[in-house]
């Protein structure tokens, strides 16, 4: 089921951005051939490759789109499936879709498009907490909005309550299933409770 989420997926994005379906998953096989691949103003991108799988960023005007992995079977399958027979219910693709696991991105890849993120990342800022109060409640709540860094770019985390303390500057962290959002015009990944942040290598004190 995952896989044919996944080319339930591809179908989405070729019918929002009027991208002829066929034609589209035909480029992904090119991308895994020859690395990089075009259709129409989408470009795809196979950007690793191991003997079974690969994970493909596809972009249109240097906007990344998603990022995906998909298994070499998926691939060729791909190029095979008889699209008229694939059942197609726009609102019960799309619930499948938002259940669709984050992979591991670099900070530059994300923007508005993606919504669900692992990232591994360091902390480079991280202001002293302050107190806010939730609009679905008086119980005041301690936030940090703190700053991550990669080799690609920078993003704001906030912090809230227990996860202030979790981290330092200098750590390098992992986040799973992060969520991105904009908030006052800026992009932001925050851990919920779908989400786990870890420190996997900690700032010498």
Request: proline share 3%; charged share 30%; hydrophobic share 35%.
């Amino acid at each position: 089921m995952p896989e044919m989420t996944r080319l339930w997926y591809l179908i989405w994005i070729s019918k929002k951005y009027n991208i002829e379906t066929r034609k589209f998953f035909e480029s992904f096989l090119d991308a895994w051939t020859h690395e990089k691949s075009s259709c129409k103003d989408m470009g795809i991108e196979c950007r690793q490759k191991t003997e079974d799988d690969g994970v493909f960023l596809v972009t249109q005007n240097q906007k990344v789109v998603t990022q995906l992995r998909l298994t070499k079977a998926t691939l060729k399958h791909m190029t095979e499936i008889d699209l008229e027979k694939i059942p197609w219910k726009e609102s019960d693709v799309v619930s499948k879709i938002n259940k669709l696991k984050p992979i591991d991105v670099k900070i530059k890849d994300v923007n508005s498009e993606v919504k669900w993120v692992n990232l591994k990342a360091k902390v480079v800022e991280k202001p002293i907490a302050r107190t806010v109060y939730s609009r679905f409640g008086n119980n005041p709540l301690g936030l940090s909005t703190s700053t991550i860094s990669d080799d690609t770019g920078s993003i704001k985390m906030p912090l809230w309550n227990n996860q202030i303390n979790m981290v330092s500057i200098g750590d390098t962290i992992q986040i799973e299933n992060g969520r991105i959002r904009i908030f006052r015009g800026e992009l932001q990944v925050s851990v919920g409770k779908a989400g786990k942040l870890k420190v996997i290598k900690a700032q010498p004190k």
